[in-house]
Structure formats: structure tokens, C-alpha cells
């Protein structure tokens, strides 16, 4: 008779208290996480190639190295009980290292796929997801090819390495296409349809080894010069895309075999029981929309990744509160406590220098619950 256990997948036991979590990236995100573990007994080892970063401050162990150093990254991941990370742009061949050495929560397959634009829409689609129309381009022809068949305006993207609008142009008409295409031309890109959204939503979705999925209700954001300036719960939205919302995210997350905490950002366009839902782009990682939670869900999204990732059981994530996280950018670290109210609770980063659009920190606002989740 054939043993059947021994082709179950491997179950992982919770981690125990007392393990080391090992995070790549030290910013704000790995700072937060780095607390996060501490409230629930756990130590932390940031590896980060910036020396005084945010997350060394809360952290017992830190390593300072590149992310191409194998030796570094062999040593960091021996020293560990799991490795996650806070960013998305992790190297793949620092992410296989790890991943032969220890577990790696997420894994490989989310950052590949979130990485790359083109790959991340061919995912999307392949699991009938809606996102916007668009068209991979390398040269000059493929470029007057897409904008053909995608018209203006439209949004020319780097494939890879984007963030917070760097790496993208908006494509108003046929004269400024080609000064868009000259500024970007060299590496791959997308041309993406300008979608001319209602309003910008996000949720932030975790899940287990053992495919359990608990999501956070969907925000509404609002982004200034292409940074995330507001995220509001709750989203003014109906139920249709309330509920769409979650079940993309389910279905994104289960279709990666997802472990942690994800979030996915969608377009909403129409009104009313016209509303429309479009991914615009996946973060395998905590994100900057999700911050909400810290003060009004019982498990926040930081400390819903980590017991994620150590296998412990998901948290209640129910709203207890209405909620605006308000991002201070640059400057407004050094004014915000002039005028700080009661109900606002900061979250500050510990970084030394506010330079023009670095995140510096952030402040949730907290309203007594209004209008029921649709
Ligand atoms: P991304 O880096 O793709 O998340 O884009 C940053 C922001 O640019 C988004 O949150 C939107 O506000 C805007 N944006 C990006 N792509 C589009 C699009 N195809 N249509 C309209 N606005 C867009």
C-alpha cells in the first residue's frame, strides 16, 4: 500500500515565539512590519543596503549589504526562521537565493509577476480579470502600432521599475507622443488606455498556507503629483464593486498561491449601478493605502502579514471606525503637530531628511462609524 502522506504538501507549524523573521527592504514598510512582529514575540533581522534606515531603529539585528551580494544574503537567510520582503523590485536571483536557503513568504512567482507590467497583465487576464487595454511596446513601430490601436490619450509606462508616476507619461495627443517616446524609449514599455476613473480604490487581502483569505475593506484613494495623498474607508462605492473588489482580490490571490499580505489597486469608472472595476497594478507586499488599519481594525495589515507568513492564524480585520490616512510628504513633517487633533493618530518613519515627495510619515483620523459597509 502506497503512503498518500507522503505526497501531501509539507504543512508548516505556526513559528514560534521568540523566531527570527528576516526582512529585505528597510523603509517605512519594514519598520512597521519590524513592530508588528515585536507586538507579537518575535525578533527581526532587516537587510538593507542603505546604512540608517528607518526600520534599523526597531529591528534587533540588521545586515548592510547589496542585494547582489550572495554571501551577505546566504548568511542573512541562515540566520532566520523566514524571509518576506517590503518591496516589490526584489532581484530575482536574490530572491532564489533565498528561497534555496529558507522559506521565502511571499514567494518568487508574486515578485516575478509583479515586477513586470506586461507580466502582471498577462496574468490578470489569463485569469479573466478586468484591467485596461494596452499594448507591449519596444520600438518606434510597435509604439505608432499601439497608439493606433489604443488612440489618445493614452499612458506610456516602463515595463519594470515604476513607482509613485516615475517611469510614465501621459500621452495627450500625436504631438507630444513622440517626446513621451523619446524620454522612455530603451527599455521595454507599455502603452496603457487613459482611464478616466470616477475614483481610485485599493484592498489589502492576506492569506494562509492553507488558502484562508481575510480581507480589509476597500479604501478610496487620492493621489497628488502621482503620490498617494489620502486613503478613506469607508469607499463611496456600491455593492456591486464592493463586492467585486473582494472577489478579484480572492481570486488574485488564490491564483498566486499567495501567502501574506497583497494589496490590488483598481480604477473604478461609471456612477452609480454603472460602476465599473479595472486592476491598474498588484504590490505583493503591505502598502502605503492599507496604513488605515493600524487604528481602527483589531489586526492591522502589518501584523496580519506576520502571522501570515509565521502560520498562525488570521486576525479580525472588522472596521471599528471611519478612517482618513492622510500622508505627510517632504516638508509637512515639521508642521504637522501645530495643529494635531485628538482623533488624529501620526505614525512617523524616523527619517532624517524630509526631501520633496519622500514619505515622512503619516496620520489616520478617526471618525465615530457612519453609514453601513454596503
Ligand atoms: P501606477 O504607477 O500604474 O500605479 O500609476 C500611478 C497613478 O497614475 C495611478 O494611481 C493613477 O492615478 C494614474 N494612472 C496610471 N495609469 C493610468 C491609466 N491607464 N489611466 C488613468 N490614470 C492612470
Same mark, same amino acid.
Given at each position: 500500500?502506497?503512503?498518500?502522506?507522503?505526497?501531501?504538501?509539507?504543512?508548516?507549524?505556526?513559528?514560534?515565539?521568540?523566531?527570527?523573521?528576516?526582512?529585505?527592504?528597510?523603509? $517605512?514598510?519594514?519598520?512597521?512590519?519590524?513592530?508588528?512582529?515585536?507586538?507579537?514575540?518575535?525578533? !527581526?533581522?532587516?537587510?538593507?543596503?542603505? =546604512?540608517?534606515?528607518?526600520?534599523?531603529?526597531?529591528?534587533?539585528?540588521?545586515?548592510?549589504?547589496?542585494?547582489?551580494?550572495?554571501?551577505?544574503?546566504?548568511?542573512?537567510?541562515?540566520?532566520?526562521?523566514?524571509?518576506?520582503?517590503?518591496? @516589490?523590485? /526584489?532581484?530575482?536571483?536574490?530572491?532564489?537565493? %533565498?528561497?534555496?536557503?529558507?522559506?521565502?513568504?511571499?514567494?518568487?512567482?508574486?515578485?516575478?509577476?509583479?515586477?513586470?507590467?506586461?507580466?502582471?497583465? $498577462?496574468?490578470?487576464?489569463?485569469?479573466?480579470?478586468?484591467?485596461?487595454?494596452?499594448?507591449?511596446?519596444?520600438?518606434?513601430?510597435?509604439?505608432?502600432?499601439?497608439? $493606433?490601436?489604443?488612440?489618445?490619450?493614452?499612458?506610456?509606462? !516602463?515595463? *519594470?521599475?515604476?513607482?509613485?508616476?516615475?517611469?510614465?507619461?501621459?500621452?495627450?495627443?500625436?504631438?507630444?507622443?513622440?517626446?513621451?517616446?523619446?524620454?522612455?524609449?530603451?527599455?521595454?514599455?507599455?502603452?496603457?488606455?487613459?482611464?478616466?476613473?470616477?475614483?481610485?480604490?485599493?484592498?489589502?487581502?492576506?492569506?494562509?498556507?492553507?488558502?484562508?483569505?481575510? /480581507?480589509?475593506? =476597500?479604501?478610496?484613494?487620492?493621489?497628488?503629483?502621482?503620490?498617494?495623498?489620502?486613503?478613506? /474607508? =469607508?469607499?463611496?462605492?456600491?455593492?456591486?464593486?464592493?463586492?467585486?473588489?473582494?472577489?478579484?482580490?480572492?481570486?488574485?490571490?488564490?491564483?498566486?498561491?499567495?501567502?501574506?499580505?497583497?494589496?490590488?489597486?483598481?480604477?473604478?469608472?461609471?456612477?452609480?449601478? !454603472?460602476?465599473?472595476?479595472?486592476?491598474? @497594478?498588484?504590490?505583493? *507586499?503591505?502598502?502605503?493605502?492599507?496604513?488605515?488599519?493600524?487604528?481602527?481594525?483589531?489586526?492591522?495589515?502589518?501584523?496580519?502579514?506576520?502571522?501570515? %507568513?509565521?502560520?498562525?492564524?488570521?486576525?479580525? !480585520?472588522?472596521?471599528?471606525?471611519?478612517?482618513?490616512?492622510?500622508?505627510?510628504?517632504?516638508?509637512?513633517?515639521?508642521?504637522?503637530?501645530?495643529?494635531?487633533?485628538?482623533?488624529?493618530?501620526?505614525?512617523?518613519?524616523?527619517?532624517?531628511?524630509?526631501?520633496?515627495?519622500?514619505?515622512?510619515?503619516?496620520?489616520?483620523?478617526?471618525?465615530?462609524?457612519?453609514?453601513?459597509?454596503?
Amino acid at each position: 500500500m502506497t503512503d498518500t502522506r507522503q505526497k501531501m504538501p509539507k504543512a508548516i507549524s505556526p513559528l514560534p515565539i521568540g523566531s527570527t523573521i528576516g526582512i529585505l527592504g528597510g523603509g $517605512q514598510l519594514g519598520r512597521m512590519l519590524a513592530m508588528a512582529a515585536a507586538n507579537l514575540g518575535m525578533k !527581526t533581522h532587516i537587510y538593507c543596503p542603505e =546604512p540608517g534606515s528607518p526600520a534599523f531603529d526597531v529591528s534587533l539585528f540588521h545586515t548592510v549589504a547589496s542585494y547582489d551580494d550572495m554571501q551577505a544574503l546566504a548568511q542573512f537567510a541562515r540566520n532566520v526562521d523566514v524571509v518576506t520582503y517590503e518591496f @516589490e523590485n /526584489v532581484p530575482a536571483e536574490t530572491a532564489r537565493r %533565498i528561497s534555496g536557503i529558507t522559506r521565502l513568504a511571499p514567494g518568487e512567482k508574486p515578485l516575478r509577476i509583479a515586477q513586470d507590467r506586461l507580466l502582471e497583465k $498577462q496574468f490578470l487576464q489569463s485569469i479573466d480579470i478586468p484591467i485596461a487595454p494596452h499594448r507591449p511596446v519596444t520600438d518606434i513601430s510597435d509604439f505608432q502600432a499601439a497608439l $493606433q490601436a489604443i488612440g489618445t490619450p493614452c499612458v506610456l509606462k !516602463t515595463a *519594470r521599475l515604476g513607482y509613485d508616476g516615475k517611469g510614465q507619461r501621459i500621452v495627450k495627443n500625436l504631438k507630444n507622443a513622440e517626446t513621451a517616446f523619446g524620454e522612455l524609449a530603451g527599455v521595454e514599455l507599455v502603452l496603457e488606455a487613459f482611464i478616466p476613473f470616477e475614483k481610485e480604490i485599493s484592498i489589502v487581502i492576506a492569506r494562509d498556507e492553507a488558502g484562508n483569505c481575510v /480581507v480589509f475593506e =476597500p479604501s478610496e484613494n487620492v493621489h497628488k503629483n502621482h503620490i498617494l495623498a489620502t486613503a478613506s /474607508v =469607508p469607499a463611496a462605492i456600491n455593492k456591486h464593486t464592493f463586492d467585486m473588489a473582494i472577489s478579484n482580490a480572492t481570486k488574485i490571490a488564490n491564483a498566486l498561491n499567495y501567502v501574506g499580505v497583497l494589496a490590488v489597486e483598481y480604477f473604478v469608472t461609471g456612477t452609480g449601478d !454603472t460602476q465599473q472595476l479595472l486592476v491598474n @497594478e498588484i504590490a505583493p *507586499r503591505v502598502h502605503n493605502s492599507g496604513h488605515w488599519s493600524q487604528d481602527v481594525c483589531p489586526v492591522d495589515q502589518f501584523g496580519q502579514h506576520i502571522r501570515a %507568513i509565521c502560520n498562525w492564524p488570521l486576525g479580525d !480585520t472588522k472596521r471599528l471606525a471611519d478612517v482618513v490616512m492622510r500622508n505627510l510628504i517632504g516638508d509637512e513633517i515639521n508642521t504637522f503637530t501645530n495643529n494635531l487633533q485628538p482623533n488624529e493618530h501620526p505614525h512617523i518613519y524616523g527619517k532624517s531628511e524630509p526631501r520633496k515627495g519622500r514619505k515622512m510619515g503619516h496620520i489616520n483620523a478617526i471618525f465615530p462609524k457612519s453609514a453601513q459597509t454596503p
